[in-house]
């Protein structure tokens, strides 16, 4: 799908707007053809309203049709008979494409449970998570009644439309779905912000192998030229962030021990809110350093 | 070698005190036999000294016999053939009888390298160091020239010696060959030292598996009952030191986010001076933490 | 009162017993007399909870005659008519008796007003207490019934009694009725101790002037040679703790600003238990301090 | 002096333009009638390069008169017989008008030693100072020679003329003439800015009494509304931000010692950059800060 200025579907004829909003809810353009005689919209987010509040009042049959439409997660089966190509490369983002055969059998054991006790698919908005934290959340709801499943996996849906109208819709309004992880780097011992200091943003996962999500460099002001992640949520997870503060203060002629008392400082935090902005400073001297969840 | 009373060695016959220190360098009683003369010692520190005096005193083809009594490190042949006791117990506390393919290889070719160019073993006083400070050691040594090599070899013997004298001789005054590593979690949410946190501190290794060395819990003081490291030298090297905060604060009711924002806390340093006292502590809230070394 | 052995104590006829520990208890010598049959004693502490245990059996109109043995707080009339020596002493270690007019009027009114309400004098132990925290624990039991002030001055007065007979009895235990506060300075531009930093510990007071409560300087450990308070309690209230850090990273040639960014660092802080061990560190570098309530 | 647009000083007549500038250096027209042909200025960093330019390249005599046509700072005599309106503004600014006792007496003192020494008054950029950054400046200032002197006083001239014509001329560029001071308060105990502290930012002195700075509140970010400090230099000087961290904690149920650890916290520091930007963050807990020199 190429993005679409609001204005433009604005005016569109009808089945024109419903092609171009057809997949932002999975195999279901009736919410786009709902939607389409509320025209003209203000902004993306009364135009999101719009197609929430479809889904919302569709009888249960529709709703659970429109549950039944998405596929397994991680599932090799649908993968090789082909997902839209927005479901792939959403599951792709979260890396469920090069699974370890741990985290596949994983994957798999809970995608069958699942549907074996509700008779419909697991989901979830993979774009907010990550592969530990998506078994968790199977973990987590697992024991609760379809009623509530249901209730949920539509929440989850929606979440999905959410990310996906704010790839397509051009407007000046923006949904609220994006979320920010930033870092600063003090040099306490000098005074002054740390520059040139090596930073590696690791996503941790304990069945199979971490994924480095950013690799930079801090900036004169001791911050990221870029967020480490940013235009987009910021996925639950477990993280470490490695700074090379050795070589920092080495390059400056610090007085240190042999081998140095610092050298690379690691600091693992989790992600709780993907919309939120979580700054992860670090206060530094080569014999000291402390972090704190900053905003 | 039972251990032995200082006031016994000082009226022992002179054959019976060579008996007892032979070992103290390796395969070399000659030492103890030049030094039997000078009792009675006042003390252990006494008695070291004048073997070393001996040593530094001895004609350099003695010297180099000394060093040449030595095994090499890490080598199969010679860990076949039979080592020392002594020599067998040192090299297994630094794990050298248990090392990954890729670190045996990374030994044979530096023990050859500098057997080769020098004509003597590499020696090194293993219970100050870890399996990858040695291998920087090399480095460091191998670009010296003979003499230079002799001289850090007599020393590092020598410190062989005296940690092999301070387990083997009993007396009122301590040689100064043990430092220590400890550690202390200060809760600063609660306002108080945090009991009951789970501790592991592992050495790390670049070319092989990493070692847990101690796995302890915090006492009601926020400090573990024993020293992380005592009565021994801090192997110079890299550490991680793991306190599982996430706990703590969980069975304390702490409001935490959703997974915790910390929880387990990994501090990474190095040691520098084995017979130091290095201090390590934790200072922590759900939210925050820091760290310095302390004394 | 000249410091008695617990062991000579034992063996003392009644009345040289009595006349031993006669002001123990202001102006009260029946409690010792109630005491003295208990003896042989095998420590103070069980001297004092048989003397506490005579107090607490006593009929009531004994326990209030008890309460109006002792004299007003920081009056003048009584302070001209004479103290006890005890009474007086203990009185001067807070201040009571260089009162400022604005603090003298503070008392008297106090004073005045928990005199009429409960036909007794006010009565708490001065050497846990500092003049403001007086003032607050004033405010804080006028609105009391008379018989919880009652329990109250009975619970003050054996506070008062432990102290005098901590320092009136020699003996193998110990009454825990002293405190400590005690501080470290820790270098984390250098990673090491900070030696020779002034600090002043001084007591604030909202009404009258500020009392300098110690002057030191840190020894080779950061540490003060002795605790700031030790050996009584740590009165309770508001303390200012000031380093001289600017001097002392000057002294070594640290780069820093011109006026310093930190040179004479103040931490504000109270204390609420007078008998606990309250450590107070700074943690510093020329451009950044941290401090916690440590153990 | 109403404020006047570049445009419009670029299109004055000549003895529009002397007139709307004649102050910029103080009594001293020339210097705008030299600027007056090189127009029209691009900005006014430009305009103020070009009056710079012809105070450099005016002869000794001249320039000596520019020097001579100031007031000496703070004196009781030449302010009754009136100022500049723009020197009367700026040593009100810095609290010259109001000088304790002993202030007054210390400025008079050092007034006359440098005219007596230098034959013309003192001057400093006083916008850019307190009154003991002031007196410490006299005094590393009187050791210099006449000539020295002549080049420092310029430039201190140059300064107050630069902050003059900020304020002065309307432009879409800006002089590099102002600095800020700003605070962040993190809750390092709840995870979140801290909202709701107040704080005051006071100036010390030595011989004076001190000045109330800024009288705020931080919002819900944790940071004031305004820069403590902004839109104009930061005055050289020291400096005491005090929090209201015991009533924060207090209003959030978070239990506390009675009386509590900390209360008004106090952070003391020195500006040395008055056009920099400083940053005094606090991080905090009931039992914990720590704060550093950000940016």
Redesign the interface.
């Given at each position: 799908m190429s993005q679409q200025k609001l204005s433009d579907l604005n005016t569109y004829s009808k089945s024109d707007f419903v092609t171009a909003l057809a997949n932002v809810f999975e195999y279901s353009p009736w919410i786009a053809e709902q939607t389409a005689a509320a025209r003209p919209f203000a902004g993306v987010t009364a135009l999101f309203a719009a197609m929430k509040a479809a889904v919302d009042c569709a009888p249960s049959e529709l709703r659970l049709a429109l549950i039944k439409a998405h596929p397994d997660l991680a599932s090799k089966t649908q993968r090789a008979a082909g997902l839209t190509a927005e479901s792939d490369a959403e599951q792709n983002s979260v890396g469920l494409d090069s699974l370890s055969d741990a985290e596949y059998t994983a994957f798999e054991r809970a995608n069958d449970a699942y549907r074996s006790k509700f008779g419909f698919p697991y989901i979830v908005c993979v774009r907010r998570q990550t592969k530990a934290?998506i078994l968790?959340d199977f973990e987590r709801r697992l024991p609760n009644d379809a009623s509530a499943e249901m209730q949920t996996s539509i929440e989850e849906i929606c979440r999905i439309a959410a990310l996906r109208l704010d790839q397509l819709v051009a407007s000046d309004d923006k949904l609220k779905v994006h979320g920010r992880l930033s870092t600063h780097v003090?040099d306490?011992?000098?005074?002054?912000?740390a520059a040139g200091v090596a930073v590696v943003l690791t996503e941790l996962s304990e069945l199979g192998a971490s994924r480095v999500v950013a690799r930079t460099v801090t900036n004169s002001?001791?911050r990221t030229d870029q967020p480490l992640i940013g235009g987009r949520p910021v996925p639950?997870?477990?993280y470490e962030l490695a700074f090379r503060v050795g070589r920092y203060f080495a390059e400056r002629q610090v007085p240190m021990?042999?081998?140095?008392?610092?050298?690379?400082?690691?600091l693992?935090?989790?992600v709780?809110?993907p919309e939120g902005h979580l700054h992860v400073p670090l206060?530094v001297?080569?014999?000291?350093?402390?972090?704190?969840?900053?905003?």
């Open positions: 934290s968790r003090l306490t011992h000098g005074g002054k912000p002001d001791g639950i997870g477990s021990s042999d081998p140095p008392f610092l050298d690379q400082i690691p693992r935090f989790s709780s809110e206060l001297t080569p014999w000291s350093y402390a972090t704190y969840r900053g905003s």
